[in-house]
C-alpha cells in the first residue's frame, strides 16, 4: 500500500499544450464569427435585394393593418408601419432628419412605393404620414421610421 508522499503525481499539463488548446479555441470562435457574419451579410443582402426589386405585397399590408388596428385599439393616434435604413434614401436621410420639403423626392423602392399607396389611398380618408429617423447609431442616422396618423384636427 502507498502512501500520499509516495504516490506518483500526476503529470501537469504543459504551457505548449495550454496555449495550443487556447488557440484552438480562439480558431474555432473565429470560424463562428465568421459563419454569424456571412449569414448576416445574406439576410442583409435578401432585404436590399426586396427593398429594391420587390413590390408592397398582400402580406405587408396585413401586417400594416393589424399594426394601426392594434395601435388605435390601444388609444393612440400612430403607429410605426414600416422602417427601413436611411442608406436607402437617395440623400443618406438627410432631408428627413432635418424635416425638409420635398424629403418624398428622396425615396427609393418600397418607402417610394409606400408613400404612394398611402398617398392615393390613406391620405384621402385623412391619415398623415410621418417620416423620421429612428436611430442614431454612432450619432449617424441610421433608419428611417414610417407613421401613420390618424390625429384629430386641432380647432
Not at 392594434?70 to 435604413?85: C, H, Q, T
Not at 385623412?126 to 447609431?137: D, E, R, V
Request: net charge neutral; aromatic share 10%.
Amino acid at each position: 500500500m502507498t502512501s500520499p508522499e509516495t504516490s506518483t503525481p500526476h503529470p501537469m499539463t504543459s504551457a505548449e499544450e495550454l496555449r495550443k488548446r487556447a488557440l484552438e479555441l480562439q480558431l474555432l470562435e473565429m470560424d463562428r464569427n465568421d459563419k454569424i457574419k456571412a449569414r448576416e451579410a445574406k439576410k442583409h443582402a435578401d432585404f436590399v435585394e426586396d427593398f429594391f426589386r420587390k413590390s408592397i405585397g398582400e402580406a405587408e399590408r396585413t401586417v400594416i393593418k393589424r399594426l394601426v388596428m392594434k395601435a388605435a385599439a390601444d388609444g393612440k393616434y400612430e403607429a410605426l408601419i414600416y422602417s427601413f435604413p436611411s442608406t436607402f434614401c437617395s440623400d443618406s436621410g438627410r432631408a428627413i432628419n432635418n424635416n425638409l420639403p420635398g424629403w418624398q423626392k428622396t425615396l427609393q423602392g418600397k418607402a417610394k412605393e409606400l408613400l404612394e399607396l398611402f398617398e392615393a389611398v390613406a391620405r384621402p380618408q385623412g391619415y398623415g404620414l410621418k417620416a423620421m429617423i429612428i436611430s442614431f447609431p454612432d450619432g449617424m442616422p441610421g433608419d428611417v421610421g414610417f407613421f401613420l396618423t390618424w390625429e384629430p384636427p386641432v380647432d
